[in-house]
């Protein structure tokens, strides 16, 4: 029965070698599996510190990862003081959890060397970025270990903030949460000439939750429960850090935040209320702010936020958190416990990341206009698709579907012509939020049937998330490469169960 239960780190168990086992059990045994596996951890499973608890006056200090432009990116184990006091084994791009953050102008020609030392196969994806087919990390496209794999592709993309991550099928969600993924940060003059803040002042953030256990690891061992939900952590990790403190001046900031979590939806607001200013989403800048006092983001999704600290006295500690919301006809992942290994439900209010304002900064200004753009107009849309995201009741073979079907890396399920505009309709058919991301192009959001657009709608995307019950149209073209990608669902535990079709541009 501890079979269904992935081994540790250097382990094996794809996504095939999971349906045989948990595809051979019935609910009984099932339930009979999970209540052995609950007294194997010793009631462990639970938070370790209650989510809402009064933040402690330490914390850890939150770090820019390094910055490349490029050069030899190595996949391999490694180790990296995470929680105080304690070594944890990471798995690693370019040698660090993060790992370092890929910074380049548009226009450029980003060459990058990926060596697999790890004893699996890995492959690098460019999340958000236009790149060739054979560049793109195509989930079938694999780098053997003790291989490498040569990448060189020009950077056409709009300055934004991108992300890399390891994409090969039934194993990206072990290898993001043992710690592979970047930031891809790219700019150019139009964006320079606006004066954002920068340097010291514009900082890259990925937010990335984490089951705290007392050996300090990032063990991935999903229970057949979590593979619904996605594994949800119990902490927040900013930059790789636990209980997250970024000592700041008090002066404009400019926080690029990436939702690199496998599962976790955050509601981002600050503490006391304040708004703040979203000026960026997936594929760049807005046309001009927009002010908020809270902010969803799905797995996978960037926003770009000013948010004004000049009036903050030195000594201030303000919060950012994660607001407790209820997903609209879902059933809330994580919330039985012994059901997964450990996390706190979907929805759940967390801690994020606490800014505390340690010195005085130079004054500066919100721009009143950012960078106009193109939008696409959904009346002139020449076609359109739809996309169903189903989910069974039980993490089984074939559960996890897109228009019915689970992915098969030899079947062509979507075709698309560069150039045509088209509108797509994501409709989520299931119970779980579902991050919707497609390959070698941005979109636009159109509609959701939910309601009027979120701030983190308005701008250009490459992933959308959508509520149960919800149906989101999407203005979308092709522009760059024709060739195989792939469309998936973000959750990194559904696109690895198959959540992901092939989708081939001509
Ligand atoms: Cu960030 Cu295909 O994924
Ligand atoms: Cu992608
Ligand atoms: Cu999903």
């Known amino acids: 029965m501890r079979r269904v239960r992935p081994p540790r780190q250097e382990g094996h168990l794809d996504r095939r070698d999971f349906f045989r086992v948990t595809g051979r059990l019935g609910l009984g045994s099932f339930l009979v599996a999970e209540a052995a596996a609950l007294a194997d951890c010793g009631g462990s499973a639970g938070p370790s510190t209650a989510p809402n608890a009064p933040a402690p006056d330490l914390g850890s200090t939150v770090t820019r990862p390094p910055e490349t432009g490029g050069g030899t990116l190595l996949a391999s184990v490694g180790s990296q003081s995470i929680w105080p006091g304690a070594t944890t084994a990471v798995w690693t791009l370019g040698g660090s959890f993060p790992g370092p953050t890929i910074r380049v102008g548009r226009g450029a020609s980003f060459s990058a060397r990926i060596e697999n030392r790890l004893s699996e196969p890995t492959n690098v994806h460019w999340h958000g970025l236009a790149a060739p087919p054979e560049m793109d990390g195509h989930p079938s496209d694999l780098i053997a270990p003790g291989q490498s794999r040569d990448i060189a592709f020009p950077i056409l993309d709009r300055a934004g903030t991108y992300w890399y991550h390891p994409h090969p099928d039934g194993r990206t969600a072990r290898q993001v949460y043992g710690g592979m993924a970047g930031f891809f940060i790219v700019e150019d003059g139009r964006e320079a000439a606006l004066g954002l803040p920068s340097g010291e002042y514009d900082v890259p953030l990925v937010l990335q939750d984490r089951r705290t256990s007392p050996d300090h690891s990032l063990t991935y061992a999903p229970g057949p429960m979590d593979l619904m939900a996605g594994v949800l952590g119990d902490a927040v990790l900013v930059n790789g850090k636990p209980d997250a403190v970024l000592p700041v001046?008090?002066?404009?900031?400019?926080?690029?935040?990436?939702?690199?979590?496998?599962?976790?939806?955050?509601?981002?607001?600050?503490?006391?209320?304040?708004?703040?200013?979203?000026?960026?989403?997936?594929?760049?800048?807005?046309?001009?702010?927009?002010?908020?006092?809270?902010?969803?983001?799905?797995?996978?999704?960037?926003?770009?936020?000013?948010?004004?600290?000049?009036?903050?006295?030195?000594?201030?500690?303000?919060?950012?958190r994660s607001l407790a919301f209820s997903v609209p006809g879902g059933m809330g992942g994580g919330m039985m416990p012994g059901m997964g290994g450990g996390g706190v439900a979907q929805g759940t209010a967390l801690d994020v990341l606490r800014l505390r304002v340690d010195r005085s900064g130079p004054a500066a200004r919100v721009p009143a206009t950012l960078v106009p753009f193109e939008r696409l107009d959904p009346a002139r849309a020449e076609g359109t698709q739809a996309f169903t995201l189903s989910m069974g009741m039980m993490p089984v073979a074939g559960a996890f579907t897109i228009n019915g079907r689970s992915f098969d890396p030899r079947r062509i399920d979507v075709r698309a012509r560069r150039g045509r505009l088209e509108l797509w309709e994501v409709r989520n058919a299931s119970s779980e939020p579902h991050p919707f991301h497609v390959h070698a192009t941005s979109f636009q959001v159109a509609s959701r049937t939910s309601g009027p657009l979120g701030a983190q709608d308005l701008g250009w995307k490459d992933t959308v998330l959508t509520w149960p019950g919800e149906a989101v149209t999407l203005a979308i073209r092709f522009e760059q490469y024709a060739g195989l990608y792939v469309l998936h669902c973000h959750n990194l535990e559904h696109e690895d169960a198959g959540m992901m079709l092939n989708l081939e541009v001509s």
Request: hydrophobic share 45%.
């Open 249 to 320: 001046a008090a002066t404009l900031y400019r926080l690029r935040l990436l939702n690199g979590s496998n599962a976790r939806v955050y509601r981002l607001a600050f503490a006391d209320g304040r708004s703040f200013q979203v000026i960026g989403t997936d594929g760049g800048l807005l046309e001009r702010p927009v002010s908020v006092t809270a902010v969803d983001l799905g797995p996978g999704e960037r926003i770009e936020i000013l948010v004004d600290l000049a009036r903050d006295p030195v000594g201030t500690s303000i919060p950012l």
